[in-house]
C-alpha cells in the first residue's frame, strides 16, 4: 500500500509541475507575441511621427531621423524580446519540485527496503539458511535430521 501512495503521490506532483510549467510557458509566449505585435505596429504606425519629429524638431537630416527611428524600433523591440525571455520559476512551482523529488526518493527507498526483506525472508533465504545449519551440523559432528 506504501508504494501506491507514494506513487500517487509522485504522479500528483508531476502533473501540478507540468500544469504550472505551461502556465509559466504561456505567460512567456504572450510576451513575445505583444514584442512581435508592438514591433509590427511600431514599424508601421510610428514612422512617419518619429521621423517627422527627428526631422522638425532635432533638425536631423532625412537619413539622419531614419536612423534616430530605427534606433527606437530596435530598442522597443529587444526590450520587449528580454521581457518574454525571463523565466522565474514560481514559488508554488519551486514547492511541488520539492515535494516530487521527495516522494520520488522515498519511493526509491521503500522499493529497496521491500527487496531487502523479500530477499532475506523468501524461501530462497529460508531454504539457504537451512542448508548452512545442516552443513554446520555435520561438520560438528551431529546429524541433521531429514
Not at 522597443?76 to 515535494?99: H, K, L, Q, W
Not at 519511493?107 to 531487502?116: D, E, G, H, K, M
Request: proline residues 2%; glycine residues 10%; positive net charge.
Amino acid at each position: 500500500m506504501r508504494i501506491g501512495e507514494i506513487g500517487k503521490t509522485i504522479i500528483d506532483g508531476e502533473l501540478t509541475l507540468r500544469k504550472l510549467m505551461a502556465i509559466r510557458l504561456g505567460r512567456q509566449a504572450a510576451f513575445l507575441v505583444v514584442a512581435a505585435v508592438f514591433g509590427g505596429f511600431a514599424t508601421i504606425t510610428g514612422h512617419a511621427l518619429l521621423w517627422a519629429f527627428f526631422y522638425q524638431t532635432f533638425g536631423f537630416s532625412v537619413l539622419g531621423a531614419s536612423g534616430a527611428v530605427f534606433a527606437v524600433d530596435i530598442l522597443a523591440a529587444c526590450m520587449f524580446a528580454f521581457m518574454g525571455r525571463r523565466s522565474y520559476m514560481t514559488p508554488e512551482e519551486i514547492r511541488v519540485r520539492f515535494a516530487r523529488e521527495h516522494a520520488l526518493n522515498e519511493l526509491r527507498q521503500t522499493v529497496a527496503l521491500s527487496a531487502v526483506v523479500g530477499t532475506v525472508a523468501g524461501p530462497v533465504t529460508r531454504h539457504t539458511g537451512r542448508a548452512i545449519w545442516n552443513l554446520f551440523r555435520t561438520m560438528t559432528g551431529r546429524r541433521p535430521s531429514a
